[in-house]
């Protein structure tokens, strides 16, 4: 196939995905054939240990449209979607999850607003079947929590699912940052952006490969890659803390003197000693947060690695 005539690039990370790849394949399939226009599935198979692998090549095998970009080992979510999108050569890229939780129909209503000129179409999450109460608490929390912390106008309950134009996907080429928060990179891009709604699925077989540990990490890079916040906060902390000390020492050194009342007591000094320090370690926590980034950065080392490519 002519390469420059894709129209239409779906990229879609795989983890561990052996139950839902067949039917996952077939949706969306069936839905690419209904726009007319020429277009490549790019499977991302992001270091899995089942059988992930063997059945996209299987796919690979027989059909022309279908691609594999297959890393070295586990990279993580965010890093497969960027491989795909980097080697994307559609008009339009469009990043889907795997399990069918993002309604592969949905495609058809972001070219839409993709054709009426927007440059970025998001998938907004109406509701969220399936998911445990858990998810969602943390879910809605973190995106809230992400918007007061950051100056960039990340809207919320948006995942990855969402349509980028062609230049959108070439400056997003140009942020090579590693640990990635790619929604929120796409918000900084600028560009005309909107969004289409849609009730999130249930997964359609397997469980989600976003454990806790995961979860956590994925909302640590949102934050620290777009806020300086948790930062500031040493210092509103430090200066009120400071403030209201000297206050209460030119009170109790009055008391000592002149008054000669004063509090004898190790109780309290003890859990004094105990709370500001470990205040202070959170903060050094928070400052090693960010340090141990730049570390990342400055190793410069490359964001994955591919072992192998199929159909390219
Ligand atoms: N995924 C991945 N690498 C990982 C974890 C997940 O490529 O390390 C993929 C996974 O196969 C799926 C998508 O990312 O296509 C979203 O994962 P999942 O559905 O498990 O997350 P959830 O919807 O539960 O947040
Ligand atoms: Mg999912």
Redesign the pocket.
């Known amino acids: 196939m002519d390469e420059t005539n894709i129209q239409y690039s779906i990229v ?6 052996e139950l ?1 790849i067949k039917e996952t394949y077939k949706r969306l399939k069936k839905v690419m054939e209904t726009t007319g226009e020429a277009y490549e599935i790019i499977f ?5 240990k089942d059988r992930t692998l063997e059945m996209v090549k299987d796919i690979c095998n027989k059909d022309k449209n279908i691609k594999l970009i297959s890393f070295s080992k ?4 965010q ?3 960027t491989a795909g999108m980097n080697n994307s050569n559609g008009k339009a890229a469009i990043v ?4 069918l ?1 993002d309604p592969p129909e949905i495609i058809l209503k972001m070219i839409e607003k993709w054709k009426e000129g927007y440059d970025v179409v998001y998938g907004k999450r109406l509701s969220r079947r399936g ?1 445990t109460f858990f ?1 969602k608490v943390t ?1 809605k929390a973190f995106y809230r929590t992400l918007r007061v912390m950051t100056d960039v106008d990340i809207p919320v309950d948006t ?2 699912f969402r349509l980028i134009d062609r230049k959108v996907c070439e400056a997003l080429k140009r942020v090579p940052e590693r640990n990635r928060y790619v929604r929120g990179i796409i918000s900084w891009l600028g560009f005309k952006q909107t969004g289409v709604e849609f009730a ?1 699925e249930e ?1 359609f077989a ?5 454990p806790l540990k ?2 956590i990490k994925f909302a640590s890079d949102a934050i620290i890659s777009f806020s300086y916040k948790p930062l500031r906060l040493a210092i509103i902390i430090g200066f009120s803390i400071s403030i209201f000390s000297f206050l209460y020492l030119i009170v109790i050194v009055f008391k000592k003197l002149f008054v000669n009342d004063a509090i004898h007591g190790w109780t309290s000094i003890v859990a004094l000693s105990l709370f500001f320090n470990g205040l202070v370690l959170i903060m050094l926590g928070i400052i090693g947060e960010y340090i141990g980034r730049i570390y990342d950065e400055v190793k410069g080392r490359p964001l994955y690695i591919i072992d192998e490519k199929v159909g390219f």
């Open positions: 879609v990370p795989l983890y561990n995905e839902v991302v198979n992001d270091g899995s586990n990279f993580g979510h890093i497969a979607i889907i999850d795997a399990d939780q998911e998810k879910a995942g990855d999130r997964r397997g469980e989600t490969k976003y995961k979860m």
